[in-house]
C-alpha cells in the first residue's frame, strides 16, 4: 500500500547512527518509527522556534526571547512527561 507521508533522506553523524542502531536493538523498536516519534512529539515545540526566528528578524527581541524560553520549556517539559 502506498503511503501518502513525504519520504526523506538524510545523513546521519557515526554517532547518531550508532545511537538508533542501538536503540532499535535494545527495544525491538525501527529506527525510522523512533525518529518519526520523536519528531512528531516536538512539532509544537519546532513552530514555536520557527516563531521566534520571525519575531528576531522582524527585531521584536522581547517576543524572540519570550519564545526561545517558552520552545526550550515546552521541550523540557516533554522530556520530563516521557521520564515520569
Known sequence: M?????????????DV???LVRFSEVTGSPQTKFVTECLVE???TIHKLCDAIEAHKA????????LIAEALGNSIL???????
Open 17 to 19: 547512527d550508532e545511537a
Open 59 to 66: 527585531g521584536d527581541m522581547t517576543r524572540y526571547q519570550s
Open 2 to 14: 502506498a503511503t501518502k507521508k513525504r519520504r526523506l533522506m538524510i545523513s546521519l553523524p557515526a
Open 78 to 84: 516533554s522530556v520530563g512527561k516521557a521520564k515520569g
Open 42 to 44: 516536538n512539532v509544537p
